[in-house]
């Protein structure tokens, strides 16, 4: 049966430059076109961690003016959407098929209040010395943090996502049966002043972002995609269990039991579980990109519903 799936794809699987991203792209599209082969619906979304890491890097130049981090992820979006839709376009036309792929330079709705704002926890940029990084902090007002012993970093907030402002504008794509690419990064974070939308120095989870663009577009499917086959409880360790088919009340049990590390599978559970108890009939898939076709077909993976 068709499946309308969003695909969550992380930011680590497209490279850390222009020229690798383009190669890993090819290798990613491939499983992505299985599942258009088989007649899904499909939107994707991806992280931009590296990519707008580099790119607020090369900005960090006294002889470049400098360019605010919203602009860094919007320039990120353009880029990875470019070297995406040509490489599932490239793998479509390969096969025969023709469905047309769009990327949507998407902004995502966050809560000025969000107390994220005033805890920023998510590194950017350069690595600086105690001395330089105090000085930033007097001329900027950016808020500098040590970093994992390497040095003083920017660090910014990551506030949890409210809306798509672009979600008739995707929602109308995927109806005329294109592949749509969005949120990109976790979509470039804006707050609403009336009629305006202000960009913020933030970075929202491209987690939660699919996840509200998945409840969005009414989808079957939300799959995020990891390093690993299956969600494991203790990772790891010799008692080692790896999930099968969960359900949301087992989820919630399991996170509060601390099962799950916060800075890597915590958000993608969490997202998991939010988009499976959102509505009857809806399922969340963990899994790596090899397994993804697999997964729907519930040969393996994590799938978690009510």
């Given at each position: ?5 969003v695909?969550?794809?992380g930011g680590?699987a497209?490279g850390n430059?222009a020229e ?10 491939v499983?992505i076109?299985?599942?258009i082969a088989?007649?899904h619906?499909?939107v994707?979304a991806h ?7 580099m790119?607020?890097?090369?900005f960090d ?5 400098p360019?605010?981090?919203p ?7 353009g880029?990875?959407?470019?070297h995406?839709?040509?490489a599932?376009r490239?793998e479509l036309?390969?096969?025969?098929l023709?469905?047309?792929?769009a990327t949507?330079?998407?902004q995502?709705?966050v809560?000025i209040?969000d107390?994220?704002f005033q ?13 330089k990084a105090k000085?930033?902090?007097?001329e900027?007002?950016?808020v500098m943090k040590?970093d994992?012993g390497?040095g003083?970093r920017r660090?910014?907030?990551s506030?949890k996502p409210i ?6 504008t ?8 294109q592949?749509v690419?969005?949120?990109?990064g976790?979509g470039?974070?804006v707050?609403?002043?009336?009629i ?11 987690d939660?972002a699919?996840e509200?663009l998945?409840?969005m ?5 939300l799959?995020i995609?990891?390093?690993?086959e ?6 790891g ?15 919630e049990?399991?996170?509060?039991e601390?099962?799950?590390a916060p800075?890597?599978?915590l958000p993608?559970?969490?997202a ?8 009857e ?6 899994t790596?990109l090899?397994?993804?076709?697999d997964g729907?077909a519930?040969?393996t993976?994590t799938?978690?519903s009510?």
């Open positions: 049966m068709k499946k309308r799936i695909v969550a794809l680590n497209l430059n690798e991203q383009r190669e890993l792209v090819r290798q990613t599209a499983p076109v299985d599942l088989e007649g619906e499909l994707l992280g931009n961690g590296p990519q707008v890491g790119i607020n890097l090369a130049n006294p002889n470049v003016p360019m605010p981090f602009e860094c992820g919007a320039m990120s979006q880029y990875i959407g470019y995406l839709q040509n599932i490239e036309l390969s096969r025969g023709s469905h047309p792929v949507i330079v998407t995502v709705v809560d209040e107390p994220a805890n920023p926890t998510k590194p950017i940029g350069s690595f600086y010395s105690e001395e000085e930033i902090a007097k900027t007002g950016f040590e994992s390497r003083y660090v910014v907030a506030p809306a798509v402002v672009e979600d008739r995707v929602n109308a794509l995927i109806e005329a049966g592949v690419i969005t949120v990109g976790g470039i974070p707050i609403r002043q009336g305006h939308l202000e960009g913020v120095a933030a970075v929202i989870d491209k939660f699919s509200v998945a409840e577009v009414d989808a079957d499917y799959i995609l990891t390093a690993v299956k969600v494991a409880l203790n990772f360790k010799k008692d080692e269990k790896w999930l099968d088919h969960v359900t949301v009340a087992e989820m049990q399991y996170m509060t601390g099962h799950f800075g890597s599978m993608k559970v969490e998991s579980v939010a988009f499976a108890k959102s509505k009939g809806r399922t969340a898939l963990i790596s090899e397994n993804a076709r729907i519930g040969k993976g799938h978690i009510i």
